[in-house]
């Protein structure tokens, strides 16, 4: 996948539908990282211009400050990735697809189509948000424990835990307000 500054893959055949190539291709979804499509044989080969980003597994995440930033982001994009068709189900949610610019704190998905039709958005980012707290270091990692708890046995719509992980954040603002 990430190798040499560059993000490629190879997909099989019809893994992504042509109304999804046509719009991640196009530069319309900003959100989305910029995508090539080269046809071969049994399959085809996207390229991603990544220019100025670099995957979450690049990067150590240890304040659950950045990790809920960087969920919030996510969730975002999610969110607004159903305006142009593309179904957040679909959306393969992990460290090495998630990107991140540090200058700019913009957040990207690198759109791969989930290989398992039949993993729920639920499971998928429950599973991304485990990938998050893995480097956590400030003993707080309890409020992304709770998101995945409310993602998974509540159920609730996107925009749902986008107010949930804000209100999070705020919870953990106010502490370090009161600490200093």
Same mark, same amino acid.
């Given at each position: 996948?990430?190798?040499?500054?560059?993000?490629?893959?190879?997909?099989?055949?019809?893994?992504?539908?042509?109304?999804?190539?046509?719009?991640?291709?196009?530069?319309?979804?900003?959100?989305?990282?910029?995508?090539?499509?080269?046809?071969?044989?049994?399959?085809?080969?996207?390229?991603?211009?990544? !220019?100025?980003?670099?995957?979450? %597994?690049? =990067? /150590? @995440?240890?304040?659950?400050? #950045?990790?809920?930033?960087?969920?919030?982001? &996510?969730?975002?994009?999610?969110?607004? !990735?159903?305006?142009?068709?593309? %179904?957040? =189900? /679909? @959306?393969?949610?992990?460290? #090495?697809?998630?990107?991140?610019?540090?200058? &700019?704190?913009?957040?990207?998905?690198?759109?791969?189509?989930?290989?398992?039709?039949?993993?729920?958005?639920?499971?998928?980012?429950?599973?991304?948000?485990?990938?998050?707290?893995?480097?956590?270091?400030?003993?707080?990692?309890?409020?992304?424990?709770?998101?995945?708890?409310?993602?998974?046995?509540?159920?609730?719509?996107?925009?749902?835990?986008?107010?949930?992980?804000?209100?999070y954040k705020r919870k953990l603002y106010m502490q370090d307000m009161?600490?200093?």
């Amino acid at each position: 996948m990430w190798e040499n500054n560059e993000f490629r893959i190879k997909l099989r055949e019809n893994s992504i539908m042509e109304y999804e190539k046509i719009m991640l291709s196009s530069g319309q979804c900003d959100f989305f990282m910029p995508m090539g499509f080269m046809g071969e044989e049994g399959g085809e080969t996207v390229c991603y211009d990544c !220019s100025g980003f670099v995957p979450l %597994s690049g =990067y /150590r @995440i240890e304040k659950t400050e #950045d990790a809920l930033y960087l969920l919030e982001r &996510t969730l975002i994009i999610l969110g607004k !990735s159903v305006e142009y068709l593309i %179904s957040p =189900y /679909r @959306i393969t949610l992990n460290t #090495d697809t998630v990107f991140y610019n540090k200058d &700019t704190g913009q957040v990207k998905i690198a759109y791969v189509p989930n290989p398992e039709d039949k993993t729920s958005l639920r499971k998928n980012l429950v599973a991304f948000i485990g990938q998050l707290k893995e480097d956590i270091r400030d003993g707080r990692e309890d409020y992304l424990t709770e998101t995945a708890k409310c993602i998974y046995y509540k159920n609730y719509y996107i925009k749902d835990v986008i107010t949930q992980v804000a209100l999070y954040k705020r919870k953990l603002y106010m502490q370090d307000m009161v600490v200093n």
